[in-house]
Each structure stands twice: as C-alpha cells, then as structure tokens.
C-alpha cells in the first residue's frame, strides 16, 4: 500500500496552510492509516468500562504507534513546518481527571498494542471536569468545552443507538468512537455515548447548571456535583446511562460473534474499573433474562463473564446511594438487586457485607464483590 502523505489531506501546498489546516489533516491521514492497519479480533472480546479515560493529546501517540511519526515530521519540515506546533496546538480530550482515568487509558492501549481485541466503554463528556482559571489572584471554574474547539477531533459519530428506560424517562443514545493504535500493532477502540438532546447552554455561571434537566444534562460534566441531592442523583442516571449501553452493545456484538448468550463467557470478559459501572451487573442480568435465560443461570453467566478493581479502599471512593435513588431511577432493576442481596444474607452472617444495608442504602461494591 502506498504510503499516506500529509499534503493528500491539505488540498494546497503544506507550505501555505495554517496549523489548524494542519492539524486536521494529520489527524485524518492517522484516521485512515489505522482504519489501512485494521482492527484488533477474535472470538472472545475484552470491554473495559470506565467512568474515566484520561487519554491525553493523541497525535504523536497515534503517529507513533503507526509506525509514521518520522515521515510527518520529514514532510512538514520540508515545507518549513515544526511538528511540534502540532504537538502543542492539540487540544486534550476532557473524559478522565486523574489516576483512575490514566490507568484506563494505559489499559486499552496496552491491550491494544497486545493484539487482544478490547474496548474501553465510557462516556462522551461535553465539558469534561472543569478548567480553572486566575484573574486578579483568584482561581475561577468554567467549562472544558474540548468538543467545541475549531477543529476536527478523534471522536466519530456512529449510527449505532440503544433505548435507555431511566424511570419514566426514556433515552436515545449515540455512540461515538476513538481508535485506539496499538503500538506496531492493530487497533482497538474507545466506545463513547451521548445522548443528542444535551444542551451545553444549559450551563450558566461558572460550571452551575440546572441538575433536574436529564436529558438535557447528563453528559455535561464528568463527576457533576453532588453536594445535593439533584446533583447525586444525576450521577445515578450517568451511571446507569452509560452500563445499559455498555450491556446492550456487549450482547449485540457477542450475538453477532456466535454466542447464544448461555455461553458469553467465552465470548467477553467485562472488567468493571471501580464502582462507577457496577450496575452493568443487575442490568446484565436483566436483559438475559428478558431474552428467555433462567435468573439463576444468568446470576452464574455474569459471575463468569464480569471483573471488578477498585484503586482505593477509601470510604469516599466506594459508593454508596440511597435505595430510594434507584426506585426512582432504575425500579426495573430494584428487585433483581434485593434477590442478590437476600443470597448474600442467605450465605454470609455478617451484616456489613451486605449489598443493601440495615438504613436502605445500596453498597456498589459489595455487589461487585459478590
């Protein structure tokens, strides 16, 4: 295959572009030079969900992991371009703030470069967490608004959708997509959803916004505030928002693959990155039974097929919400948590490993535990 230059994408001499023109003409040669490699694939499939993937700037990972950094480089300095303006031109993708986003983001390109087929699953974040600004020596909080910046960015928008019932709200998802290269290697990908009716004017002074709009909010910001109640319950719905696409679109692809779902285990292994996603597992088990699998059978095929890790034993990190959160929220899901919370009781005497506690509270990773 012939090799992919620079100025194909540009349309005019490199010489005379601007590095917005540039840039969105790497980043489309690096597109089409992993979509050239292909992509990561076999019978069994890793899908590694994650409120976070702190992914950093992509361009000179991506070139690099392609094999073509050195070309690019060549080229632009040959039309008297520096990649390094580039390099420091790119904006970050805001999907992920610390530790647990890096670690993420380290994972999938790992598995990647590995030659393992594995997706990281999350979220498509509008703002992210927030950027902080100082004007006449006090710190300011505003939006992240990495989507909007003038340019062409990593993340596709795909034809796929799923339906999510949240209560009495029903939502439509999108999905988008980011390749993720594997060093010498194919790629994998990061699948992202969103929801089309998020309006990012509904936010006002600094990073408030009103909590209570949904569908309107709910991709706005990773980790919204949650020092009320609208803003704890918010997180409940971008929890549950994200692990019902993630379950539908495991199933969807493990079908396709072959599977007839008593045997998933063979076809996907899940690994739930802290609590964030641990609803994936009374959700699992739903849609299986709804697709005619026994609840006892489906209770063992989700024991098989999921995974947890948390990166802290801090009480703050594992999440406890109020069970009246979920009757709002997800009460279809209610009672396949209370039978997993009596075979708890049923097999271990010790209250405090209880999924649902003596004051109604639903402890996330007891049920990941178990």
């Known amino acids: 295959m012939d090799t992919l230059k620079l100025r194909d994408y540009t349309g005019k001499a490199l010489s005379e572009c601007t590095i917005l023109e540039l840039y969105n003409a790497a980043l489309a040669l690096t597109q089409d030079a992993c979509r050239n490699r292909g992509y990561n694939s076999g019978k069994k499939k890793v899908y590694y969900i994650s409120a976070e993937f702190l992914i950093g700037k992509l361009l000179s990972n991506n070139l690099i992991n392609l094999g073509i950094y050195d070309d690019v480089k060549a080229e632009l300095a040959e039309a008297g371009k520096d ?11 805001s999907l992920g703030n610390g530790g647990l986003g890096r670690l ?37 909080t505003i939006p992240d608004y990495w989507r909007k910046w003038g340019m062409a960015n990593w993340m596709k928008r795909t034809d796929k959708h799923y339906k999510v019932q949240c209560g009495d709200l029903e939502l439509l998802s999108t999905m988008y997509e980011i390749d993720v290269t594997g060093y010498g290697s194919k790629c994998g990908r990061l699948r992202l959803f969103d929801l089309d009716t998020v309006n990012e004017g509904l936010i006002g002074s600094g990073i408030d916004f009103d909590k209570k709009e949904i569908e309107k909010n709910l991709t706005l910001f990773l980790y ?73 059978e489906a209770y063992q095929i ?17 999440e406890t919400w109020p069970k009246h959160f979920f009757e709002a929220v997800v009460p279809h899901l209610m009672p396949i948590i209370k039978r997993m919370n009596d075979a708890v009781k049923a097999k271990y005497e010790e209250p405090s490993v209880q999924i649902i506690d003596e004051y109604g509270n639903v402890h996330m990773a007891h049920m990941d535990i178990h």
Do not use: W
């Open 302 to 318: 989700v024991t098989d097929v999921c995974a947890y890790t948390n990166h802290t034993i801090l009480a703050e990190a594992l």
């Open 83 to 93: 990649i390094t303006e580039l390099e420091e031109f790119e904006y970050e993708p």
């Open 104 to 140: 993420a983001a380290c994972f999938i390109d790992s598995l990647a470069t590995l030659g393992l087929p594995a997706d990281g699953v999350g979220l498509a974040y509008h703002c992210g967490l927030f950027k902080q600004s100082f004007e006449d020596r006090k710190q300011h």
């Open 224 to 296: 919204p505030d949650d020092s009320d109640e609208d803003g704890r319950l918010l997180r409940v719905y971008q929890e549950y928002f994200m692990v019902s696409n993630a379950a539908q679109l495991i199933l969807d692809e493990c079908v396709e693959r072959g599977s007839n779902l008593h045997d998933l285990a063979d076809y996907a292994a899940i690994q739930i990155n802290d609590t964030h996603p641990s609803l994936v597992i009374p959700e699992l088990v739903r849609l299986l039974t709804e697709k005619g699998i026994e609840e006892k």
